[in-house]
């Protein structure tokens, strides 16, 4: 692990072309500080606005996370989903944001089932990538309905249902997934000490280094976010040479 003391000092000699991350712990926050549920994926929600600029700032090109998996959607109560879709909506249509955006140059793509979300929530979202489409220096791809294992799904079914004759390759499945305009995850980052995938990207991340932060995504900071990409920069990447 990178010392804390010295990572501020340490230069970023090799940053992550894209980094991908799992923001975890915001109920967890809530409890811990005797808040509403809402207030902690509200604080998740700015956090995460203000982590794309940090990243950007870095040097990173591309972000990827995980803003709500096919799980949450089938295990988490129409409460605690009614207030992340409420909030998807407010971000989706706040001017600020798409002030921020336009400033930044950065573009949101929006991949997954959307089927398995509200309608308004559907159209507020894919909205926003209409309006951002053409800025180019930074794309942030947001995932809403995805799970690694149905994105692996849907693709052999879509090659089923081309009754592909010839045998089926690795390109070929990259090129059906749902992800397949993600680029290969270079750094993954996950919150609140959990220290597992849980599924996501699993074909982008075969080579990913990982960094699990102990720290709950609302209190996640940018010199946190620079440990990380000290620690990435110090890894030696091997890819099973």
Not at 13 to 31: Q, T, Y
Not at 44 to 55: T, Y
């Amino acid at each position: 692990m990178v010392n804390p003391k010295r990572s501020s000092t340490r230069t970023l000699s090799n940053v992550p072309k894209h980094v991908a991350l799992i923001p975890d712990g915001n109920r967890r926050w809530s409890n811990k500080n005797r808040l509403a549920l809402f207030s902690g994926y509200q604080m998740g929600v700015k956090k995460f606005i203000d982590f794309s600029i940090w990243a950007k700032s870095f040097g990173v090109k591309t972000l990827t996370v995980w803003a709500l998996s096919t799980e949450n959607v089938k295990a988490r109560s129409n409460l605690e989903l009614n207030a992340l879709y409420k909030l998807y909506v407010q971000a989706a249509t706040d001017p600020k944001i798409l002030a921020d955006l336009k400033a930044n140059n950065a573009r949101i793509r929006v991949i997954g089932n959307m089927y398995l979300v509200p309608t308004k929530v559907k159209d507020a979202l894919l909205s926003l990538e209409k309006k951002t489409k053409m800025y180019k220096e930074f794309t942030i791809n947001l995932l809403i309905g995805y799970g690694g294992r149905d994105d692996l799904l849907y693709a052999v079914r879509d090659i089923r249902s081309e009754r592909a004759k010839n045998r089926i390759t690795e390109s070929m499945v990259g090129e059906h997934i749902r992800t397949s305009s993600v680029p290969n995850v270079d750094l993954l980052i996950r919150t609140s000490g959990e220290q597992r995938l849980s599924g996501f990207l699993p074909w982008q991340t075969s080579y990913s280094e990982l960094y699990f932060a102990k720290k709950y995504w609302p209190d996640f900071k940018k010199s946190d976010l620079r440990k990380a990409l000290v620690e990435f920069s110090e890894r030696q990447r091997r890819y099973g040479k």
